[in-house]
C-alpha cells in the first residue's frame, strides 16, 4: 500500500487506489490509499503550520533542497520512466523523456529561486523610497491531470516551492504512481515536514475540499474544462487565487508551400504522439487544397508504417490509450465523425495484441468542416480530423474557429504567412514548421479563450502565480 505523505509522515488512508498498467490489464502497478477528508484537513493545516518558517528560508536553502529533487529525478529517469509508461501508456522514450524533464524542471526552478526579482522606482515624494518585493502566496493547493504524471506535478511543485510556498498536491487519480515517487523523493531532499504533502484520492472528495478550504491560498490547476469551470466557481466564491490550464482543440495549418515531408512530421508527431493524449495535440489539420491530397496519401502512408503495442516494448511508436472510458470515447468520435459526414480514411480500430490492453490505432478523418463536433470538441485521444481550405486566410479564420486557445501551428515556406500567423492566431502557444505538441520548460505555456484562465506556467513567468507583489514606502 502506497500512503499520502501528510505533516512528514507516511499515512494510509481509507479506500484504495488499483493502479492498472493499460498495456497488459493483468498488471497492477501498485495499490494507493485515498486520503480521507480528515487528512486533507491535517494536510492543509500542516502545509499552513510550515508556511512562516519555509517563507523565511534563504533561497539558497530552497535551491539546494530543489536541485538535489532534480539531481534524483534524472539520475533515476530510466526507472521513473519504466514506472510512468506502466501506468499512464506512453512509450518508455516518451516516458523516461518526462522523468528527464521533470528532473531539469526543479533544477530550472531551483535556480529562478535565486534569481527572484523585485524592484526599485524613483521617488515621488521627497525622502520617500518605493521598493517593490514578491512574496509567497503562502498555502497552494495543486490539483493536476493524468497525462503527464511527472512533468505536469513538477512544473507546479517546484516554482511553489521555489518562491516559498507551501503545498498540498492531489494527482489524478488514474496516476497516483509518479506523484507518489516524486513524493517519496522530496521527503528525502531535506524540505522539511509540512511543505510538501500529497494527498491522494477522488477530484469530487479530495480536490473539493482542498479547493474550499480557506486557509488555501491558491489553486493551480490542469485538466479539462468541464471540471476547470467548477474549479473557477468554487476559487472565485472565496476570492482564491486561481491558474487553470484545459483542453484544446489545436490546429495545424498545412500551406500548400509546405515542405510535405516537415508537414507530416509535424501532424503525425502533433497529433498521434503520447497516444494523442495532449492537450497541445493538433487534432484539426487544415489544408490547402492544392496540396490536401498528396498530404492526406503521405499520412496514410506514415501511420499504417506506425506501430501501436505495448508501451515497455522497444519498437512501439504509440502506446495504449489510458483506460477503457477513454477508448469508448475514441469509438463514439468517430462514430459521431461519420454521422456527420466524415470519412475515415486510415485507422480507429481496436487492436489485440500479446497482452489484453486498450489498444487503437491512430484514426485519420478526412472530408471534415470545422462546423463538426470532431472539430469543435476535445477527443483527447489519437484522432486527426482533416479540414480543407481555399487559402490562407480561409484557414487561418478556421483556426481561430474554436472556443479553445491553447497551441496552433503552420507549416508553410512562406516568411509572410508564418508571421502573419504568428501574430493572428488566437492561442498562447504559436509554432511554425514544428508540431503543436512539445513546448520547453523555460518558456511560458499556457493559452487563450476556453484553454486557460490565470497568470502563465513555467519559465520565469511562473513567477506571477507562486507570488503576491508588495509595494513598501519608506521614509529613513
Ligand atoms: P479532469 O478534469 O478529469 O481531472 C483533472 C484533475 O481534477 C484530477 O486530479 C481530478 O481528480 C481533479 N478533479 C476532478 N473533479 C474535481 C473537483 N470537483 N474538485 C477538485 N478537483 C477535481 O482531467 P483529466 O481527465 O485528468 O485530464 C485530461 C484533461 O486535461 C484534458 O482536457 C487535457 O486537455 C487537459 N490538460 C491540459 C493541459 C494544459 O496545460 N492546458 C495539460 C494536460 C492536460
Not at 96 to 122: H, K, M, N, Q, S
Not at 195 to 213: C, E, K, P, S, Y
Not at 316 to 330: E, W
Not at 369 to 393: L, Q
Amino acid at each position: 500500500m502506497h500512503a499520502n505523505y501528510i505533516a512528514g509522515h507516511w499515512v494510509e488512508g481509507d479506500g484504495i487506489t488499483r493502479n492498472i498498467n493499460p498495456s497488459d490489464t493483468a498488471d497492477v502497478v501498485g495499490i494507493y490509499t485515498q486520503a480521507t477528508l480528515s487528512q486533507v484537513d491535517d494536510a492543509i493545516a500542516a502545509a499552513e503550520a510550515a508556511a512562516p518558517a519555509w517563507g523565511s528560508t534563504t533561497a539558497l536553502q530552497r535551491a539546494d533542497m530543489l536541485d538535489a529533487i532534480g539531481t534524483e529525478l534524472i539520475a533515476r529517469k530510466d526507472e521513473l520512466g519504466r514506472l510512468l509508461a506502466r501506468e499512464e501508456g506512453k512509450t518508455l522514450a516518451e516516458a523516461t523523456g518526462e522523468a528527464w524533464r521533470a528532473g531539469t524542471i526543479f533544477r530550472f526552478f531551483a535556480a529562478e529561486a535565486v534569481r527572484l526579482r523585485g524592484d526599485r522606482l524613483p521617488q515621488l515624494r521627497p525622502g520617500v523610497d518605493v521598493d517593490i518585493t514578491r512574496e509567497p502566496v503562502g498555502v497552494v493547493g495543486l490539483i493536476t491531470p493524468w497525462n503527464f504524471p511527472l512533468a505536469i506535478p513538477a512544473w507546479k511543485i517546484a516554482p511553489a516551492l521555489a518562491f516559498g510556498n507551501t503545498v498540498v498536491l492531489k494527482p489524478a487519480d488514474l496516476v497516483p504512481g509518479c506523484a507518489w515517487a516524486l513524493a517519496d523523493i522530496i521527503s528525502r531532499s531535506g524540505v522539511p515536514p509540512g511543505v510538501f504533502n500529497l494527498t491522494m484520492g477522488r477530484g469530487a472528495v479530495v480536490g473539493q475540499a482542498i479547493l474550499d478550504d480557506p486557509r488555501v491560498a491558491a489553486i493551480s490547476f490542469t485538466g479539462s474544462a468541464a471540471t476547470g469551470k467548477r474549479i473557477a466557481e468554487a476559487a472565485m466564491r472565496r476570492l482564491a487565487k486561481v491558474q487553470m490550464e484545459m483542453g484544446g482543440k489545436n490546429p495545424l495549418v498545412i500551406l500548400d508551400d509546405a515542405d510535405i515531408e516537415r508537414a507530416v512530421d509535424c501532424a503525425v508527431q502533433g497529433s498521434f504522439f503520447s497516444t494523442g493524449q495532449r492537450c497541445t495535440a493538433s487534432s484539426r489539420l487544415i489544408v490547402q487544397r492544392g496540396i490536401h491530397d498528396r498530404f492526406v496519401a503521405a499520412m496514410k502512408a506514415r501511420m499504417a508504417s506506425l506501430r501501436t503495442d505495448n508501451a515497455l516494448l522497444p519498437g512501439t511508436d504509440i502506446g495504449p490509450v489510458v483506460d477503457a472510458r477513454q477508448l469508448q470515447q475514441n469509438e463514439d468520435y468517430l462514430r459521431i465523425g461519420r454521422d456527420e459526414g466524415a470519412t475515415l480514411v486510415q485507422g480507429g480500430e481496436r487492436l489485440r495484441r500479446d497482452t489484453d490492453g486498450f489498444y487503437f490505432s491512430p484514426a485519420l478523418l478526412t472530408d471534415c468542416d470545422n462546423s463538426m463536433r470532431v472539430c469543435r470538441e476535445e477527443i483527447f485521444g489519437p484522432v486527426a480530423a482533416v479540414i480543407p481550405v481555399d487559402s490562407y486566410e480561409e484557414a487561418l479564420a478556421v483556426a481561430n474557429d474554436t472556443e479553445y486557445g491553447l497551441s496552433a501551428g503552420i507549416c508553410t515556406g512562406s516568411l509572410k504567412h508564418a508571421t502573419h500567423f504568428k501574430r493572428h492566431a488566437q492561442v498562447g502557444l504559436v509554432t511554425v514548421n514544428c508540431p503543436t505538441a512539445g513546448a520547453d520548460h523555460h518558456a511560458a505555456f499556457g493559452g487563450r479563450k476556453g484553454s486557460s484562465y490565470g497568470s502563465r506556467e513555467q519559465g520565469t513567468y511562473a513567477a506571477e502565480f507562486y507570488t503576491t507583489v508588495k509595494t513598501a514606502y519608506t521614509a529613513p
